[in-house]
């Protein structure tokens, strides 16, 4: 989402656009899903994955399959935490419920939104719903909790390259 007519883009917002579409493009299994993050405000993401003959889970259905939702709602939650900071920090999930609701409508992009709902010291708290119309009527729905690194640089945990 972009700043209202006459009104500054948040810097911290824009950061975490580029930085969701950088990790995004990085991920190869995000990359492979086609996940994209279409909204971000502070503490809310809105994204969708396009539905696609081969992430179908059952091919007699034509049915997106679950690990799909799942990812795709696990990134939203991630980058909802990111928006909801006030500077970036490496977080980590903590644990991720799915409730499927429903199976998706074949054919249809998997659009969702996920809220960071509460910020402790270091957790996180996060709920999002995934859909294929319209968000009263979801295919899917998360509560999550993330841990905070605060104080980390992102990558900070990685081994050196041999």
């Known amino acids: 989402m972009t700043a209202e007519p006459g009104q500054a883009p948040?810097?911290?917002l824009e950061r975490v656009r580029a930085l969701a579409a950088q990790m995004l493009s990085a991920i190869p299994h995000a990359?492979?899903?086609?996940?994209?993050?279409?909204?971000?405000?502070r503490g809310q993401v809105w994204g969708r994955t396009p539905y696609r003959p081969e992430i179908v889970g059952d091919p007699a259905t034509?049915?997106?399959?679950?690990?799909?939702?799942?990812?795709?709602?696990?990134?939203?939650?991630?980058f909802a935490v990111q928006s909801a900071l006030e500077a970036h920090t490496t977080i980590a999930t903590l644990d991720l419920r799915i409730d499927y609701m429903r199976a998706a409508e074949p054919g249809r992009d998997i659009l969702a939104m996920a809220e960071c709902y509460k910020l402790t010291r270091s957790v996180a708290f996060v709920r999002g719903v995934a859909y294929d119309q319209d968000e009263a009527d979801p295919v899917a729905n998360c509560t999550g909790a993330?841990?905070?690194?605060?104080?980390?640089?992102?990558?900070q945990n990685l081994k050196p390259p041999r």
């Open 62 to 78: 034509g049915v997106i399959a679950g690990g799909v939702i799942t990812t795709l709602l696990d990134n939203l939650s991630g």
């Open 10 to 12: 948040d810097p911290h």
């Open 31 to 41: 990359r492979a899903l086609g996940l994209e993050v279409t909204r971000v405000e």
């Open 146 to 155: 993330f841990m905070l690194h605060l104080g980390r640089k992102a990558g």
